[in-house]
């Protein structure tokens, strides 16, 4: 079965046939660094990355760009907020980011450039619009620079929308537009209100980029005029996306072929978002669940599936992703060892292959875990091998494989320590026991369970658990 993915652009799922034998590329919008990530914002990042992890299991080399906004009218103001240069808030958050993607396993991507470090290709292509009669200069001295969507009448095909409908572009002051819907591609500084670190010499005056032109430029340059994928949230279809698609096509670059957008994780049936106060940072959310179930919660919803958060959904997900790992802990030790990386079974292709349906094919590991499990009690080697070893292949290309999210170089010794004490613990419990004190064996595992270990009674003895 050939991969078909929905294109938001024609609205049909489409077979996916890229411009390159054998290769493909995605372009995704990261975040603006200007505050800690929420579970929102890390949607998209799961999303695309499952998407990624798809392409190379089927066969395809992938370039996979995902930026981020480091300079904006919000990190500016944030910054000043908080007694920081706006590149040091920008940097620290970064980092946040960064320490948030690890912990639920999403890949870096082949590279991520930033807005700051493409300052030189943006005014080029502001220089090829302008050239063409596409963009202006603003004649109130401003130094901005706009893109003139009356001069490319196929403006708002993509989400198709009629120009005079729309509401007037509110990134800039519209006094200097010819329309109220013409967009900024360059904002020049604001001397009274910006410091100097945030503007960069240009033909127009000192300023910096406006939002949409660099993503544009920064796909242009690692990935051709012409690609694959652009992805993103379903939030940025306007303006953002809708912008960068005429930017780019008015410059006379293909720009994209497919569109894909993730839907919103919502709290109260809005999206969730710092401006609506109902964000939930993802360390926090961490200190409940491990990353690896949060990721298993993000990957059970279809990708354009609206997500309603709640903390009730996230520990049954985690819950039944315990399952999961149970059933391969018990087949290594009824085996003598992990399990090797097998295949994934015919019914998790056919659902990844159908826009990446990620609950159809988890429906599939499920099930395999099911036959796994018939096989252990029935003493089946053979199928106790066959199973585990597809359940692991196919939550390695869900980004789900437990052994990703095992603690490696220095941590192994503390691991080491804290298997130590428990096992002197359970020990201990084990003695009372045999003694019938009850009582002592009770507040041993009670001190157990407060600590975070979970205790199960085994036939081959108790097994633990964080």
Not at 120 to 143: T, W
Not at 195 to 219: D, L, N
Not at 426 to 442: H, I
Request: contains cysteine; proline residues 6%; hydrophobic residues 40%.
């Amino acid at each position: 079965m050939t991969l078909r993915l929905y294109d938001t652009a024609t609205r049909d799922v489409r077979d996916f046939a890229p411009l390159r034998p054998g290769k493909a590329g995605i372009y995704v919008c990261g975040l603006t660094v200007q505050s800690e990530p929420h579970v929102g914002h890390v949607r998209s990042a799961v999303n695309f990355d499952v998407l990624r992890r798809w392409l190379e299991h089927s066969g395809y080399e992938v370039d996979f760009i995902r930026n981020v906004t480091d300079i904006d009218d919000k990190i500016l103001a944030k910054a000043a907020e908080r007694g920081l240069h706006w590149y040091e808030l920008a940097q620290l958050m970064h980092h946040e980011l960064d320490d948030v993607l690890a912990a639920i396993n999403v890949r870096r991507p082949t590279y991520e450039p930033g807005a700051t470090g493409h300052v030189p290709e943006i005014l080029e292509l502001i220089g090829r619009l302008v050239a063409k009669g596409h963009a202006y200069a603003a004649e109130d001295g401003s130094g901005d620079v706009y893109f003139d969507v009356r001069s490319w009448p196929a403006y708002g095909e993509l989400t198709r929308q009629r120009i005079d409908d729309m509401e007037p572009a509110g990134d800039a002051d519209p006094r200097g537009k010819r329309d109220p819907r013409d967009f900024a591609l360059w904002k020049g500084r604001k001397s009274e209100t910006e410091p100097e670190t945030a503007a960069w010499p240009s033909p127009y005056g000192p300023g910096r980029p406006g939002w949409h032109i660099e993503c544009s430029a920064m796909a242009g340059k690692y990935l051709g005029p012409a690609f694959d994928i652009h992805g993103g949230g379903v939030d940025l279809r306007f303006p953002h996306h809708e912008n960068e698609q005429a930017q780019s096509r008015a410059a006379g670059d293909p720009f994209a072929s497919y569109w894909l957008h993730n839907a919103w994780i919502t709290t109260a049936g809005e999206k969730m978002s710092k401006s609506l106060g109902n964000s939930l940072l993802v360390p926090n959310v961490l200190e409940r669940v491990r990353g690896i179930e949060l990721r298993f919660y993000m990957v059970s919803a279809h990708y354009r599936s609206t997500v309603e958060f709640s903390f009730e959904a996230l520990d049954e997900a985690a819950t039944s992703f315990r399952r999961i790992e149970s059933f391969l802990e018990r087949s290594a030790a009824h085996l003598g060892g992990p399990p090797e990386i097998g295949m994934p079974c015919a019914d998790f292709v056919i659902a990844m292959d159908d826009d990446l349906g990620t609950p159809a094919a988890l429906a599939a590991v499920h099930e395999r875990v099911r036959e796994g499990n018939r096989g252990l009690a029935a003493g089946d080697d053979t199928a106790v091998r066959q199973a585990a070893a597809s359940v692991l292949a196919m939550l390695d290309l869900l980004g789900l494989n437990p052994r990703d999210f095992a603690t490696t170089g220095d941590d192994d010794t503390l691991t080491g320590v804290v298997d130590a004490l428990v096992q002197g613990l359970l020990d201990e419990r084990a003695q009372a026991r045999v003694d019938k004190d009850w009582e002592r064996a009770d507040a041993i595992r009670d001190r157990l369970k407060a600590a975070g270990v979970e205790i199960e009674d085994t036939p081959d003895g108790p097994k633990w658990s964080v």
